[in-house]
């Protein structure tokens, strides 16, 4: 069975500082992996994704994810944070051929102005 | 498009009372996901539907049941409310079902069991 583990519980940052999210994943066979937020009030909404390819994925509102394969890993990075990033942010897993994801535990981000 | 719909936003229930919390989707999208989310253990798969008549269980399938009659609505009915059952419910929908798919969520349902 896959399983999906984001380090951080909660993150507090100031505005203008650089924000990394770990996940790492355990499965046993070629993955897709994806990242969603949540931000206060709103649905869940992909941020960015990867199936394939270019391993640095870049997605919207700046941020990008590196999947490092041999560390089974997909962190997700922002080199500078606005206070708007303030959110819960979800990564997720499947293999190649399954429509079911699994969840992180999320991991909520704080930016003080 | 109005996208993912979820009624109601909150409810309380009593123990051992029964609800349906309603999705409807608008995109045509024939797979449809019911998670239900607790703080710090991310979101848990109750239900799937691969398409109107077609269900399956997910992580977290006990005392809930669905139904898929039609491709827009996949409701999710909890029949003996425990508080156990306390938790944030979201619906979710992928057009093809492939595995490198969109998933689009609903806003949520809060609900307390008390």
């Known amino acids: 069975a896959q399983s999906v583990s984001q380090h951080n519980h909660h993150v507090i940052l100031s505005e203008a500082a650089s924000l990394e999210l770990g996940c790492n994943y355990s499965?046993?066979?070629?993955?897709?992996l994806f990242w969603y937020v949540q931000y206060p009030g709103q649905h869940l909404q992909l941020l960015l994704k990867?199936?394939?390819?270019?391993?640095l994925v870049k997605g919207i509102k700046g941020f990008e994810a590196e999947f490092i394969k041999s560390k089974f890993s997909f962190n997700l990075r922002k080199p500078s944070v606005q206070w708007s990033d303030t959110a819960e942010y979800f990564c997720?897993?499947?293999?190649?051929?399954?429509?079911?994801?699994?969840f992180g535990a999320g991991t909520t981000v704080t930016v003080r102005a | 498009n109005a996208g993912v719909t979820q009624t109601p936003k909150f409810r309380i229930l009593k123990i051992g009372q029964s609800m349906t919390l309603q999705c409807t989707q608008d995109?045509?999208?024939?797979?449809m996901y019911w998670y239900r989310q607790d703080p710090g253990m991310g979101l848990k798969l109750i239900y799937y539907?691969?398409?109107?008549?077609?269900?399956d269980k997910g992580e977290v399938p006990n005392g809930y049941n669905v139904s898929r009659s039609t491709t827009e609505d996949f409701p999710l009915r909890l029949e003996l409310a425990a508080p156990s059952q306390t938790s944030v419910y979201f619906c979710?929908?992928?057009?093809?079902?492939?595995?490198?798919?969109?998933?689009?969520f609903g806003p949520g349902t809060r609900l307390t069991v008390l």
């Open positions: 979710a929908s992928t057009s093809t079902g492939g595995s490198t798919d969109t998933q689009y």
């Open positions: 997720a897993v499947n293999g190649w051929g399954d429509y079911k994801l699994s």
């Open positions: 539907s691969v398409g109107a008549g077609i269900t």
């Open positions: 499965y046993g066979g070629t993955v897709n």
């Open positions: 995109m045509n999208h024939n797979y």
């Open positions: 990867y199936f394939s390819g270019d391993p």
